[in-house]
């Protein structure tokens, strides 16, 4: 895998290759125009007295030369624009993001089996294949941007925006809210995983099943830790945390936070902001404002043991 990339100018998509490129263009001919620019000032500076060539060169610099240039370069990216993906609905895989103030919803139709999976924060598309995004927001503006596979596209409330997005190579690229939307905008990174196909279908396919109650017993072989585990989802639904965040299979309908069903299977919680592990965890139930300023989760003061409980069963949802 490739380090974490999020750059317009490593392109790894044929929308964003198209953009660096004509950027780059634009940026020689600016150049190529600034020096020209530059030489004729300097030219009528230190022009001999009566002498009216300056002035001509000037005028002809000036004017004549730009005019011609820009209506090229407008020409040209008229033409390149009509080259961008079209947005396309008819793909296999059609994935809803909705953004929040200040996380992702990611939600995963797949068209042939008409299976649904829900997840947060993450983006995984299967290298080399268009998947179609319908981009909304569920309360302010908000933008969704991946730079190294596309281009901007404004997120906003009421609406929904289609882009058609594919990455050329497995790898793993960032995103980031590129719309003002409040104090954590800033904070509001996606994690865009590309990877094979075949890989990419057994990845829906398990986000798509419901919490394994029995996965704690799976991943934690020894009987305390395992009873730990399971009295975290009592705690879960003692504490209310269900009142806004889905664990399927175990309780689904809380909506107002990330869907929990498979926290454990991503890099990040709190959109980007803290590494999924165990300590982090505890640290963001225990006190999501310290990490993360107006997130919209309230503390809980929840005694260390079930806490502890708390951390150590969402930590088996893979
Ligand atoms: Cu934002």
Sequence with gaps: ??????????????????????????????????????????????????????????????LFLPLPLLAALMGWSGWQASLLTWPFSGTRIQVTVTAHMWWWE?????????????????????????????????????????????????????RVHGL?????????????????????????????????????????EHQATPAELGAAARVFADAGRYDIARRGSEVFLAARCNACHAVRGVSEGGTLGPDLTHI?????????????NRAALMGWIANPQAAKPGARMPASS?????????????????
């Design 1 to 62: 895998m490739t380090p974490v990339l999020q750059s317009v100018l490593s392109p790894a998509g044929p929308d964003a290759v198209l953009l660096s490129r004509f950027s780059w263009l634009l940026f020689a001919v600016g150049a190529v125009i600034f020096l020209l620019v530059v030489l004729l000032v300097l030219a009528s500076a230190f022009r001999k007295r009566g002498r009216s060539w300056s002035r001509r060169l000037v005028v002809g610099g000036g």
């Design 106 to 158: 990611v939600r995963y139709r797949n068209t042939s089996t008409g299976r649904e999976a829900v997840l947060a924060n993450e983006l995984r598309l299967p290298a080399g294949e268009r998947v179609y995004l319908a981009l909304a927001s569920a309360d302010v503006l908000h933008a969704f941007w991946v730079p190294a596979l596309a281009g901007k596209v404004d997120m906003v409330p009421g």
């Design 164 to 204: 058609t997005l594919r990455a050329g190579a497995p790898g793993r690229y960032r995103g980031q809210c590129a719309e003002y939307c409040g104090i954590q905008h800033a904070a509001m990174a996606l994690d865009v995983v590309a990877v094979p196909s075949h890989e990419f279908d057994a990845w829906l």
């Design 264 to 276: 454990a299977s991503r890099s990040h919680i709190a959109a980007g902001g803290l590494p999924m």
């Design 302 to 318: 929840l005694p260390p043991g079930e806490l502890q409980a708390l951390a150590s069963w969402l930590e088996t949802l893979e």
